[in-house]
T-cell receptor, first 110, second 115 residues
Framework: GQNIDQPTEMTATEGAIVQINCTYQ??????LFWYQQHAGEAPTFLSY????GLEEKGRFSSFLSRSKGYSYLLLKELQMKDSASYLC???????????FGPGTRLSVLP | EAGVAQSPRYKIIEKRQSVAFWCNPI?????LYWYQQILGQGPKLLIQ????????DSQLPKDRFSAERLKGVDSTLKIQPAKLEDSAVYLC?????????????FGPGTRLTVL
């Protein structure tokens, strides 16, 4: 079966650091993607991991552990504009499908 | 470069009516996806095209949904007849080729309300 879990909601303060977790069980694995989706808008690509470890991209970093079926997205120096939903997606079945998690709605407070 | 275009942006219909959505992917992108995103949930893949061939339509409710991608460029998604539970945002996405590292680029979506 296919199952991706993320916390439903998180709240953090401007300037802080927040970690959004994602656990997955999928048939096959060919990479994990993180997307940002502002309310009423389309998802936009943030990061991609296929090997274990940390990928850093400015204020955003993403970590993957394939043996644990686990990833996290780390957001540093939070800004108000970071308030959005963050979607974890796994590419499975040898690259045929993207399976999305339910998304985590992050609220950044002043 | 121009992004993925979709129309209409919003559509309100009554149950049992028909509706069609249009998508124009980024130029040169061979792979095209249609997703259904119900409020508060992640996108669910309905159908994936590679050029004008169907790669995966296992989650498409084929008794009421149909999609085509003529000439391997634009695509249309149709619902006939619509049900209340079809109320959702329909997202179209495209990617360059079906490589492991390719990400998808999403269009703005069509918000469908079925009354």
């Amino acid at each position: 079966g296919q199952n991706i879990d993320q916390p439903t909601e998180m709240t953090a303060t401007e300037g802080a650091i927040v970690q959004i977790n994602c656990t997955y069980q999928t048939s096959g694995f060919n990479g994990l993607f993180w997307y940002q989706q502002h309310a009423g808008e389309a998802p936009t690509f943030l990061s991609y991991n296929v090997l274990d470890g940390l990928e850093e991209k400015g204020r955003f970093s993403s970590f993957l552990s394939r043996s644990k079926g686990y990833s996290y997205l780390l957001l540093k120096e939070l800004q108000m504009k970071d308030s959005a939903s963050y979607l974890c997606a796994v590419r499975d079945n040898y690259g045929q499908n993207f399976v999305f998690g339910p998304g985590t709605r992050l609220s950044v407070l002043p | 470069e121009a992004g993925v275009a979709q129309s209409p942006r919003y559509k309100i219909i009554e149950k049992r009516q028909s509706v069609a959505f249009w998508c124009n992917p980024i130029s040169g992108h061979a792979t095209l996806y249609w997703y259904q995103q119900i409020l508060g949930q992640g996108p669910k893949l309905l159908i994936q095209f590679q050029n004008n061939g169907v790669v995966d339509d296992s989650q498409l409710p084929k008794d009421r949904f149909s999609a085509e991608r003529l000439k391997g460029v634009d695509s249309t998604l149709k619902i006939q007849p619509a049900k209340l539970e079809d109320s959702a945002v329909y997202l179209c996405a495209s990617s360059l080729v079906q490589r492991i590292t390719d990400t998808q680029y999403f269009g703005p979506g069509t918000r469908l309300t079925v009354l």
